[in-house]
Protein backbone atom coordinates (compact mmCIF):
# COMPACT_ATOMS: atom_id res chain seq x y z
CA UNK A 1 0.00 0.00 0.00
CA UNK A 2 2.84 2.54 0.95
CA UNK A 3 4.36 1.85 -2.51
CA UNK A 4 0.44 2.50 -4.42
CA UNK A 5 0.76 5.47 -2.35
CA UNK A 6 3.64 6.76 -3.28
CA UNK A 7 3.03 6.37 -7.03
CA UNK A 8 -0.07 8.29 -6.85
CA UNK A 9 1.50 10.86 -5.24
CA UNK A 10 4.22 10.32 -7.95
CA UNK A 11 1.59 10.69 -10.79
CA UNK A 12 -0.35 13.85 -8.94
CA UNK A 13 3.12 15.66 -9.13
CA UNK A 14 3.62 15.31 -12.36
CA UNK A 15 -0.22 16.51 -13.23
CA UNK A 16 0.79 19.35 -11.39
CA UNK A 17 3.82 20.10 -13.55
CA UNK A 18 1.68 19.42 -16.52
CA UNK A 19 -0.62 22.09 -15.31
CA UNK A 20 1.92 25.03 -14.55
CA UNK A 21 4.11 24.48 -17.66
CA UNK A 22 3.40 27.66 -18.38
CA UNK A 23 3.81 29.58 -14.95
CA UNK A 24 7.95 29.45 -15.07
CA UNK A 25 7.86 32.56 -12.89
CA UNK A 26 5.98 30.93 -10.51
CA UNK A 27 8.93 31.49 -7.50
CA UNK A 28 6.54 29.02 -4.82
CA UNK A 29 8.39 26.12 -6.94
CA UNK A 30 11.25 24.29 -5.96
CA UNK A 31 14.31 25.83 -8.57
CA UNK A 32 14.85 22.34 -9.50
CA UNK A 33 11.40 21.33 -10.40
CA UNK A 34 10.80 24.57 -11.90
CA UNK A 35 14.13 24.64 -14.26
CA UNK A 36 13.08 21.36 -15.69
CA UNK A 37 9.17 22.56 -16.35
CA UNK A 38 11.29 25.45 -18.55
CA UNK A 39 12.93 23.10 -20.17
CA UNK A 40 10.35 20.53 -20.76
CA UNK A 41 8.56 23.34 -22.14
CA UNK A 42 11.23 24.77 -24.34
CA UNK A 43 12.04 21.00 -25.90
CA UNK A 44 8.40 20.86 -26.73
CA UNK A 45 7.42 24.20 -27.85
CA UNK A 46 5.53 23.40 -31.41
CA UNK A 47 5.21 19.79 -30.10
CA UNK A 48 2.75 17.61 -28.88
CA UNK A 49 2.20 18.86 -25.20
CA UNK A 50 0.24 15.27 -24.31
CA UNK A 51 4.72 13.94 -23.67
CA UNK A 52 5.37 16.74 -21.50
CA UNK A 53 5.43 14.09 -18.40
CA UNK A 54 7.51 11.95 -20.39
CA UNK A 55 9.95 14.75 -21.49
CA UNK A 56 10.22 15.85 -17.58
CA UNK A 57 10.46 12.23 -16.11
CA UNK A 58 13.33 11.76 -18.91
CA UNK A 59 14.81 15.31 -18.06
CA UNK A 60 15.05 13.36 -14.33
CA UNK A 61 16.66 10.89 -15.76
CA UNK A 62 19.64 12.73 -17.20
CA UNK A 63 18.49 11.92 -20.85
CA UNK A 64 20.24 14.87 -22.84
CA UNK A 65 18.01 18.18 -23.80
CA UNK A 66 19.31 18.70 -27.23
CA UNK A 67 18.42 14.35 -28.06
CA UNK A 68 15.03 15.08 -26.60
CA UNK A 69 14.51 18.04 -28.68
CA UNK A 70 15.42 16.02 -31.87
CA UNK A 71 13.25 13.21 -30.90
CA UNK A 72 10.19 15.21 -29.93
CA UNK A 73 10.45 16.81 -32.96
CA UNK A 74 11.31 14.08 -35.34
CA UNK A 75 9.07 13.51 -38.22
CA UNK A 76 7.68 10.28 -36.98
CA UNK A 77 7.11 11.25 -33.89
CA UNK A 78 3.26 11.32 -32.85
CA UNK A 79 1.37 10.77 -29.96
CA UNK A 80 -0.52 7.50 -30.02
CA UNK A 81 -3.60 6.96 -27.91
CA UNK A 82 -4.14 3.51 -28.98
CA UNK A 83 -0.73 2.61 -27.33
CA UNK A 84 -2.46 2.86 -23.94
CA UNK A 85 -5.16 1.23 -24.67
CA UNK A 86 -3.33 -1.91 -25.69
CA UNK A 87 -0.44 -2.09 -23.62
CA UNK A 88 -2.62 -1.36 -20.52
CA UNK A 89 -5.88 -3.44 -21.34
CA UNK A 90 -4.65 -5.77 -23.80
CA UNK A 91 -4.33 -8.63 -21.44
CA UNK A 92 -8.40 -9.04 -21.43
CA UNK A 93 -8.05 -10.32 -25.08
CA UNK A 94 -7.03 -14.08 -25.24
CA UNK A 95 -4.24 -14.43 -28.23
CA UNK A 96 -5.28 -17.41 -30.38
CA UNK A 97 -1.35 -19.16 -31.12
CA UNK A 98 -2.99 -22.21 -33.37
CA UNK A 99 -2.47 -21.07 -36.45
CA UNK A 100 1.46 -21.50 -36.06
CA UNK A 101 1.52 -24.81 -36.33
CA UNK A 102 -0.82 -26.11 -38.93
CA UNK A 103 0.49 -27.94 -42.15
CA UNK A 104 1.47 -24.94 -43.77
CA UNK A 105 3.54 -23.24 -41.01
CA UNK A 106 5.45 -26.02 -40.35
CA UNK A 107 6.08 -26.30 -44.18
CA UNK A 108 7.27 -22.73 -44.23
CA UNK A 109 9.33 -23.30 -40.79
CA UNK A 110 11.33 -26.41 -42.31
CA UNK A 111 11.94 -24.27 -45.72
CA UNK A 112 13.33 -21.61 -43.55
CA UNK A 113 15.32 -24.49 -41.92
CA UNK A 114 16.47 -25.64 -44.63
CA UNK A 115 17.87 -22.03 -46.38
CA UNK A 116 19.49 -21.58 -42.95
CA UNK A 117 20.98 -24.94 -42.26
CA UNK A 118 24.70 -23.80 -41.81
CA UNK A 119 24.08 -20.45 -39.61
CA UNK A 120 21.08 -22.44 -37.13
CA UNK A 121 23.70 -25.27 -36.74
CA UNK A 122 26.95 -22.86 -36.12
CA UNK A 123 24.55 -20.90 -33.45
CA UNK A 124 22.99 -24.10 -31.65
CA UNK A 125 26.57 -25.15 -31.27
CA UNK A 126 27.77 -21.96 -29.78
CA UNK A 127 25.12 -21.30 -27.43
CA UNK A 128 22.85 -25.01 -27.18
CA UNK A 129 19.49 -23.62 -28.43
CA UNK A 130 17.77 -26.43 -31.24
CA UNK A 131 17.64 -25.05 -34.50
CA UNK A 132 13.88 -25.43 -34.34
CA UNK A 133 13.80 -23.28 -31.20
CA UNK A 134 15.06 -20.87 -32.69
CA UNK A 135 12.82 -21.31 -36.26
CA UNK A 136 9.58 -21.98 -33.75
CA UNK A 137 10.45 -18.14 -32.06
CA UNK A 138 11.61 -16.49 -35.50
CA UNK A 139 7.77 -17.77 -37.15
CA UNK A 140 5.79 -17.42 -33.89
CA UNK A 141 7.33 -13.38 -33.90
CA UNK A 142 7.30 -11.97 -37.14
CA UNK A 143 6.45 -15.09 -39.79
CA UNK A 144 10.63 -14.61 -40.65
CA UNK A 145 10.40 -10.96 -40.92
CA UNK A 146 7.27 -10.58 -42.75
CA UNK A 147 5.73 -8.89 -40.48
CA UNK A 148 7.91 -6.68 -37.96
CA UNK A 149 5.15 -4.14 -37.29
CA UNK A 150 4.80 -0.49 -38.46
CA UNK A 151 4.56 1.69 -35.24
CA UNK A 152 7.19 4.08 -34.89
CA UNK A 153 8.91 2.88 -31.92
CA UNK A 154 10.40 5.75 -29.84
CA UNK A 155 6.38 7.14 -30.69
CA UNK A 156 5.48 4.06 -28.79
CA UNK A 157 7.09 4.22 -25.67
CA UNK A 158 6.64 7.89 -25.30
CA UNK A 159 3.15 7.60 -25.47
CA UNK A 160 3.16 4.74 -22.99
CA UNK A 161 5.49 6.52 -20.20
CA UNK A 162 2.13 8.68 -19.91
CA UNK A 163 -0.08 5.25 -19.52
CA UNK A 164 -0.41 6.64 -15.36
CA UNK A 165 -1.50 9.95 -16.23
CA UNK A 166 -4.91 9.93 -14.21
CA UNK A 167 -6.86 10.65 -17.15
CA UNK A 168 -5.32 7.78 -18.98
CA UNK A 169 -5.68 5.64 -16.07
CA UNK A 170 -9.73 6.58 -16.34
CA UNK A 171 -9.74 6.35 -19.76
CA UNK A 172 -8.51 2.71 -19.67
CA UNK A 173 -11.12 1.82 -17.14
CA UNK A 174 -14.16 3.27 -19.17
CA UNK A 175 -13.38 0.93 -22.31
CA UNK A 176 -14.58 -1.90 -20.22
CA UNK A 177 -17.50 -0.89 -18.02
CA UNK A 178 -20.74 -1.50 -20.23
CA UNK A 179 -19.20 -5.06 -20.80
CA UNK A 180 -18.98 -5.81 -16.98
CA UNK A 181 -21.92 -6.05 -14.54
CA UNK A 182 -20.15 -7.75 -11.66
CA UNK A 183 -19.30 -4.64 -9.35
CA UNK A 184 -16.69 -6.67 -7.19
CA UNK A 185 -15.15 -7.92 -10.29
CA UNK A 186 -15.37 -3.97 -11.76
CA UNK A 187 -13.24 -3.12 -9.12
CA UNK A 188 -11.11 -5.28 -9.02
CA UNK A 189 -10.14 -5.05 -12.64
CA UNK A 190 -9.76 -1.29 -11.53
CA UNK A 191 -7.11 -1.98 -9.41
CA UNK A 192 -5.40 -4.22 -11.46
CA UNK A 193 -5.51 -1.43 -14.25
CA UNK A 194 -4.14 1.42 -12.52
CA UNK A 195 -1.52 -0.86 -11.05
CA UNK A 196 -0.67 -1.64 -15.03
CA UNK A 197 -0.85 1.27 -15.92
CA UNK A 198 2.13 2.34 -13.27
CA UNK A 199 3.93 -0.77 -14.52
CA UNK A 200 3.69 0.11 -18.23
CA UNK A 201 4.76 3.77 -17.37
CA UNK A 202 7.80 3.08 -15.67
CA UNK A 203 8.45 0.42 -17.88
CA UNK A 204 8.21 2.58 -21.17
CA UNK A 205 10.41 5.10 -19.76
CA UNK A 206 13.14 2.37 -19.25
CA UNK A 207 12.91 1.76 -22.79
CA UNK A 208 13.30 5.25 -23.76
CA UNK A 209 16.13 5.99 -21.81
CA UNK A 210 18.05 2.65 -23.23
CA UNK A 211 17.00 4.14 -26.71
CA UNK A 212 18.53 7.84 -25.96
CA UNK A 213 21.95 5.18 -24.65
CA UNK A 214 21.70 3.60 -28.12
CA UNK A 215 22.12 6.49 -30.25
CA UNK A 216 25.03 8.15 -28.42
CA UNK A 217 26.52 4.58 -27.90
CA UNK A 218 25.78 2.70 -31.52
CA UNK A 219 24.95 2.70 -34.82
CA UNK A 220 21.23 1.90 -34.29
CA UNK A 221 19.23 4.53 -36.03
CA UNK A 222 16.47 4.74 -32.81
CA UNK A 223 14.27 7.45 -34.11
CA UNK A 224 13.53 5.63 -37.23
CA UNK A 225 12.97 2.22 -35.78
CA UNK A 226 9.85 0.63 -36.51
CA UNK A 227 7.96 -2.54 -34.50
CA UNK A 228 5.02 -3.63 -33.07
CA UNK A 229 2.24 -2.03 -30.59
CA UNK A 230 4.61 -3.38 -27.68
CA UNK A 231 7.89 -1.04 -29.10
CA UNK A 232 9.54 -4.55 -30.28
CA UNK A 233 11.50 -4.45 -33.27
CA UNK A 234 13.38 -6.79 -35.72
CA UNK A 235 12.64 -10.66 -36.69
CA UNK A 236 12.79 -11.77 -33.01
CA UNK A 237 10.84 -8.28 -31.78
CA UNK A 238 13.52 -7.49 -28.88
CA UNK A 239 12.66 -4.45 -27.07
CA UNK A 240 15.25 -1.86 -26.70
CA UNK A 241 16.43 -3.23 -22.78
CA UNK A 242 16.32 -6.48 -24.69
CA UNK A 243 18.48 -5.34 -27.63
CA UNK A 244 21.00 -3.82 -25.69
CA UNK A 245 21.50 -6.94 -23.10
CA UNK A 246 21.05 -9.95 -25.50
CA UNK A 247 21.28 -8.85 -28.89
CA UNK A 248 24.46 -10.64 -31.42
CA UNK A 249 26.30 -9.80 -34.54
CA UNK A 250 25.21 -13.04 -35.76
CA UNK A 251 27.21 -12.76 -39.69
CA UNK A 252 30.71 -11.28 -38.73
CA UNK A 253 30.17 -7.91 -40.41
CA UNK A 254 30.56 -5.60 -36.68
CA UNK A 255 27.17 -4.83 -36.82
CA UNK A 256 23.76 -5.95 -34.62
CA UNK A 257 20.87 -5.77 -37.03
CA UNK A 258 18.06 -7.49 -35.94
CA UNK A 259 16.18 -7.39 -39.30
CA UNK A 260 19.34 -9.38 -40.69
CA UNK A 261 18.45 -13.04 -40.15
CA UNK A 262 21.61 -14.47 -39.17
CA UNK A 263 21.90 -11.34 -36.56
CA UNK A 264 18.43 -11.99 -35.65
CA UNK A 265 19.09 -15.96 -35.11
CA UNK A 266 22.08 -15.62 -32.92
CA UNK A 267 20.53 -13.29 -30.96
CA UNK A 268 17.50 -15.68 -29.70
CA UNK A 269 19.98 -18.23 -29.07
CA UNK A 270 21.68 -15.86 -26.99
CA UNK A 271 18.67 -14.44 -24.94
CA UNK A 272 17.14 -18.07 -24.20
CA UNK A 273 20.85 -19.28 -23.12
CA UNK A 274 21.48 -16.12 -21.49
CA UNK A 275 18.07 -16.36 -19.13
CA UNK A 276 18.38 -20.12 -18.34
CA UNK A 277 17.73 -22.31 -21.46
CA UNK A 278 19.15 -26.20 -20.52
CA UNK A 279 18.83 -29.42 -20.88
CA UNK A 280 15.64 -29.75 -18.68
CA UNK A 281 12.04 -28.98 -19.32
CA UNK A 282 11.32 -26.47 -16.88
CA UNK A 283 14.31 -24.62 -17.72
CA UNK A 284 13.48 -24.29 -21.47
CA UNK A 285 9.76 -23.09 -20.38
CA UNK A 286 11.71 -20.79 -18.32
CA UNK A 287 13.73 -19.18 -20.09
CA UNK A 288 10.35 -19.12 -23.28
CA UNK A 289 8.74 -17.28 -20.03
CA UNK A 290 11.47 -14.68 -19.84
CA UNK A 291 10.84 -14.13 -23.70
CA UNK A 292 7.42 -13.66 -23.67
CA UNK A 293 5.29 -14.04 -20.24
CA UNK A 294 2.00 -16.27 -21.22
CA UNK A 295 1.74 -20.09 -20.70
CA UNK A 296 -0.04 -19.96 -24.46
CA UNK A 297 3.02 -18.28 -25.59
CA UNK A 298 5.32 -21.03 -24.46
CA UNK A 299 3.63 -24.19 -25.32
CA UNK A 300 3.11 -22.75 -28.59
CA UNK A 301 7.11 -22.60 -29.08
CA UNK A 302 7.56 -26.03 -27.82
CA UNK A 303 5.11 -27.41 -30.20
CA UNK A 304 5.90 -25.77 -33.23
CA UNK A 305 9.54 -27.45 -32.42
CA UNK A 306 8.05 -30.55 -31.43
CA UNK A 307 6.83 -30.79 -34.93
CA UNK A 308 9.62 -29.25 -36.58
CA UNK A 309 11.59 -32.34 -35.46
CA UNK A 310 9.21 -34.83 -36.70
CA UNK A 311 10.14 -35.85 -40.43
Known amino acids: MAVQNSSRRIAGTLVAIVATLALSTCSTLDPVVRERMERTR??????????????????????DSAFLATAF?????????????INVTGFLRKV???????????????????????VLDSVARLYGVPPEIIT???????????HTGRHHVWSVY?????????ENIRANQRSY??????????????????????RKAAWALDQLVTLADLAR???????????????????????????????????????????????????????????GWGDERSEQEAALFHYNNSRDY????????????MR
Open 42 to 63: AILAGADERFAPTVYRLLERGV
Open 73 to 85: HHPNTTFIPEMLA
Open 96 to 118: DYSPNWSEASIRACRVFMDSNRV
Open 136 to 146: AVLWVETKFGR
Open 158 to 166: ATLATADQP
Open 177 to 198: RDTIADERRLAMLDSLVEVRSR
Open 217 to 275: DSTLDVLELRGSWAGAFGLPQFIPTSYRRWARDGNGDGRTDLFDTADAIASVANYLRAN
Open 298 to 309: VECILTVADKLR
